[in-house]
């Protein structure tokens, strides 16, 4: 699990195919923020939950494997070399839940429909998949490439296209990739794990308990 808080700015060195078929290896230098991470443990990169896999030839660098579901669903399939990500560690059982839940389990990708700068601080409007729309809620939790924000205004229900937006102080521009992103950039996006449930049981409920 993780909290949205990112602990630092890693670097994409390489995505390339990896030895097995569908699945693609992601090497990414961490500069620090995972080097003592053991093989099987887990690094969220871009608010993407992933494992550690071993790789004689590449020291000091965190490796990955991607299946195809985390290619079509995710951004990552977008990264180049020398690309800035998000890099977080999973929070130990004992510790501080400073952001949300996040579990590094992405919904969807969204894009940057706008960047509005609000004097000490920015809006960002991200456009995001309709289905999306009733788990993201005004003053609710959302992760956008794993930085946990509160949700500051939604599209309405009855908008053709969904969207959301959030601010962001200078702490998080300057300490995150999200201080980078340009209008039509991907960006990752994990609803509120409470919302996604509550979503999918009233999909089950009667009728009238859904009125």
């Known amino acids: 699990m993780f909290t949205g808080i990112v602990d630092g700015l890693g670097t994409v060195v390489e ?20 080097d003592d991470l053991p093989v099987g443990g887990s690094l ?15 020291q000091g660098v965190f490796v990955a494997e991607l299946m195809g579901e985390t290619m079509d669903r995710t951004s990552l399939g977008q990264v180049a070399p020398g690309d800035v990500v998000n890099l977080e560690r999973c ?23 706008s960047i509005t700068e609000q004097g000490s601080w920015t ?42 937006e959030v601010g962001l102080i200078p702490a998080t521009l300057t300490g995150t990739r999200l201080g980078r992103l340009a209008a039509g950039d ?22 009238e308990a859904r009125e």
Request: with cysteine; charged share 20%.
């Open 91 to 113: 929070v130990p059982a004992d510790g501080r839940l400073d952001g949300h839940i996040v579990q590094g389990h992405v919904d969807g990708a969204g894009r940057v429909l």
């Open 44 to 58: 969220a990169v871009n608010g993407v939950c992933l494992t550690s896999v071993a790789d004689p030839e590449r």
């Open 186 to 207: 991907m960006v990752n996006i994990e609803t509120d794990v409470l919302a996604k449930y509550l979503s999918r049981f009233m999909a089950f409920a009667p009728a």
């Open 15 to 34: 995505l390339l195919p990896g030895a097995a078929p569908g699945i693609t290896r992601l090497v990414v230098d961490t500069h620090g923020v995972a």
């Open 123 to 164: 809006t960002l409007r991200v456009g995001v998949p309709n289905r999306l729309a009733p788990q993201i809620a005004e003053k609710g939790a959302i992760a956008v490439d794993g930085v946990s924000l509160t949700v500051t205004a939604v599209s309405d229900p009855d908008a053709v296209d969904s969207w959301f």
